[in-house]
């Protein structure tokens, strides 16, 4: 696997310190976690930041399943001689984590799940436009990840347009990867499940104008996670869509660092 | 709408890039004039510094006004970002640089400003960067000009001032069969007549002085990166794809695949070679393109209505603009720009020297300076001006003869140009014997 897998490190590849796995989402790669990275690679943690099979620099086929990324994450773990690790994931990320934390028992210390929502269903309209047209499904990802604010107004980083590049970094993926994603967020039916053995803290961010996963469909999952309750924090950033890490990386940022601490 | 954005490019104009500010709810832009921001603790400055969060350090490196002009003129372009520089020859040292060092080349139209001429001809070579010059319609001399060392093609949407149209898509597909990329010199088309990503160009460079901000009052460049070049496949980028010991050892094409141009070229460009943008500037450009939809329209039709005239007069040899059925690239300027190819022109008058140098001192309402894209009308005679430094030789492979006179056609009511245009050459006429 070492052969085949990037793993972005936030420039700290010697860091040393409790492990925190970021995963990312549909269509994409590391580097939408980038800031939030470099911030906790200096400050105490060791990060990794993979590219699941397929996407941005590794290689292989996309996998076909939720359970099957979350083996393949585990995998990747044990192979890097990690035996606890924070995991945090975005979107599909988010569920690939939540999988991976019901697997791996107490080897998951916490989970934060970021624009998330279980089951997570998708448009087949979406489906179908990843398959056969995917300029189009890149427009309707970014129409629905998208705050208003930020398809057209001030960007989190000075002088670049986070929608742009969410359309570049999802065009750089390879024929059929997006498409093979949403089939497996789609087809994903054991989240529920998972989340009631889920026993470490568990972080729930999500974007009060979020239309890819509304946080209004956050319930069942809430009640699943929730039988301790102090066990479960869930954090509504205004004003902000899906697009959670490229809106508003630094409230992400101060929320993740914030929970992490408590632990 | 244009490919990147559900919004067109009149609304992007007013709006991209801009939220009224949370303090006071400016719906302007504010006009941030400082150098330097407050860090509310340590962590959070060092955290800036080292990129792990967002915001402004100094306004070397960035500033608030110029932002909202960055990703502004990136919307309108379709680019994932840009930076602001302090003139469109800033935009163009700072694409070259961050691309390439001592030893690397440049394959570009010999059709090019003459202040993009200089630096490529006689400045960069100093710094061990060479230039082989192309005619920019010729696909298979592009071709033959590419050596191992190559790092970048570039041209002019509108080939100044002998208005060659580059075939972008040709180009772009010549440069990314070679792993290069393609920048585009976009100052004379503009966003609003041509989006040079949108038919495969990589990097797009306007001298924001023109059409952008229009008005003539504030020189400034904007250098936009399109996201869509691959540095990594490439791997002719070593300034992209390796450790950069001057930034935390960053590699910038993993921190970011789409935006590992713009990240090097602030974090290094900005940084050491310092030619940023004053917010000022930065500003009075924004005004500017608030209104270049409406402008740019008006620019073209009263471009054509001079066109015509000047081809119809006895007194004019010859007429350059793509926008008349004559020209070499007429059905390129179609496709690539339907709505138009601008309002830069230039015209051979009969009588060479002596009629040229009668016709622009007849003028009164087209300014005689060294200008282009301002909303009012402009004239200049390149030979003796800005490509005095060219010998006759090369100025005849640029297209440009003794009698030749660029027009920057404004936004005047087109009867008070043509009568202007009238006098002038009348004026023309008697200076070369003939009766007008």
Same mark, same amino acid.
């Given at each position: ?87 945090? %994931? ?26 998330? %929502? ?100 956050? %319930? ?44 | ?13 007013? &709006? ?45 490196? /960035? ?53 993009? &001429? ?13 230039? /082989? ?55 004379? /088309? ?139 690239? &007429? ?49 200049? &005679? ?55």
């Amino acid at each position: 696997m070492s052969g085949t897998a990037h793993i972005y490190r936030a420039g700290r590849p010697d860091a040393e310190g409790p492990v925190v796995v970021f995963v990312h989402g549909a269509g994409h790669d590391h580097s939408v976690w980038n800031l939030p990275a470099r911030y906790l690679a200096r400050h105490g943690y060791r990060v990794l930041a993979p590219d699941l099979p397929g996407h941005g620099q590794s290689a292989g086929p996309p996998l076909p399943s939720v359970e099957a990324m979350a083996r393949w994450l585990l995998a990747l773990l044990a192979e890097q001689g990690i035996a606890q690790a924070t995991l945090a %994931g975005h979107s599909m990320g988010s569920l690939i984590a939540l999988e991976a934390a019901a697997q791996a028992g107490a080897a998951v210390e916490g989970l934060a799940l970021i624009g998330t %929502g279980v089951p997570m269903p998708v448009a087949p309209a979406l489906i179908d436009a990843a398959r056969d047209n995917r300029a189009k499904a890149h427009a309707m990802i970014n129409q629905w990840s998208f705050s208003p604010g930020a398809l057209i107004g001030r960007g989190a980083v000075p002088g670049q347009l986070a929608p742009v590049g969410n359309l570049r970094l999802m065009a750089r993926q390879a024929e059929g990867v997006l498409h093979a994603d949403l089939l497996a967020c789609d087809a994903y039916q054991g989240g529920l499940e998972a989340a009631a053995r889920v026993t470490c803290p568990v972080l729930i961010v999500c974007g009060q104008r979020d239309q890819m996963t509304p946080p209004r469909n956050l %319930g069942s999952l809430g009640d699943a996670l929730s039988r301790d309750a102090s066990r479960l924090m869930i954090h509504t950033l205004d004003a902000c869509g899906h697009a959670i890490m490229a809106e508003q990386p630094d409230a992400l940022t101060d929320t993740l660092v914030h929970w992490r601490s408590s632990f | 709408m244009t490919d990147t954005s559900r919004f067109g490019p009149a609304t992007l104009g007013l &709006h991209a890039g801009q939220s009224p500010d949370a303090e006071f709810g400016s719906r302007a832009t504010p006009i941030h004039f400082t150098t330097s921001y407050v860090f509310p603790d340590c962590d959070t400055a060092a955290a800036r510094f080292d990129l792990a969060r967002t915001g402004h350090v100094y306004s070397r490196i /960035s500033n608030p006004t110029n932002a909202v002009l960055e990703e502004r003129i990136a919307a309108l372009e379709g680019g994932v970002g840009a930076i602001a520089v302090a003139s469109g020859q800033a935009a163009l040292h700072l694409a070259i640089t961050t691309l390439m060092g001592a030893g690397g080349h440049v394959v570009a139209s010999r059709a090019l400003y003459g202040g993009s &001429h200089n630096l490529l001809t006689y400045t960069l070579p100093r710094f061990g960067i060479t230039t /082989s010059f192309v005619d920019p319609a010729d696909p298979a001399a592009w071709r033959a000009a590419l050596r191992p060392e190559t790092r970048l093609l570039f041209g002019e949407t509108l080939g100044n001032p002998g208005l060659d149209v580059l075939d972008i898509p040709t180009v772009a597909t010549i440069a990314h069969d070679a792993g290069l990329p393609l920048l585009v010199d976009s100052t004379l /088309s503009s966003p609003a007549l041509l989006r040079p990503i949108e038919h495969g160009a990589d990097l797009v460079m306007h001298s924001a002085t023109k059409f952008l901000g229009g008005h003539g009052v504030a020189v400034g460049g904007l250098l936009i990166d399109g996201g869509t070049f691959d540095w990594q496949a490439s791997g002719r980028f070593p300034t992209l794809t390796e450790p950069y010991e001057g930034f935390h050892d960053m590699v910038f094409a993993d921190e970011s695949p789409v935006a590992a141009f713009l990240l090097r070229a602030r974090r290094e460009g900005l940084r050491d070679f310092g030619a940023c943008l004053s917010p000022m500037n930065a500003f009075q450009i924004l005004q500017g393109i608030e209104t270049l939809s409406l402008r740019m329209a008006r620019h073209v039709a009263n471009a054509r209505t001079v066109a015509e005239h000047l081809a119809a007069h006895e007194g004019v040899v010859s007429v350059a603009y793509p926008g008349l059925p004559g020209h070499r690239d &007429h059905a390129l300027a179609a496709r690539l720009m339907p709505q138009g190819c601008g309002s830069v022109m230039s015209f051979e008058l009969d009588g060479g020297r002596q009629a040229g140098r009668a016709f622009i001192e007849a003028l009164r309402l087209f300014s005689h300076l060294a200008n282009v894209g301002d909303a009012k009308s402009l004239v200049i &005679h390149p030979a003796s001006t800005t490509h005095f430094r060219m010998s006759a030789e090369e100025l005849a492979r640029a297209g440009i003869g003794e009698g030749t006179v660029r027009l920057s056609v404004g936004l005047e009511d087109p009867a008070d140009l043509l009568a202007d245009l009238d006098r002038g050459l009348a004026a023309a006429a008697r200076a070369a014997g003939r009766t007008a």
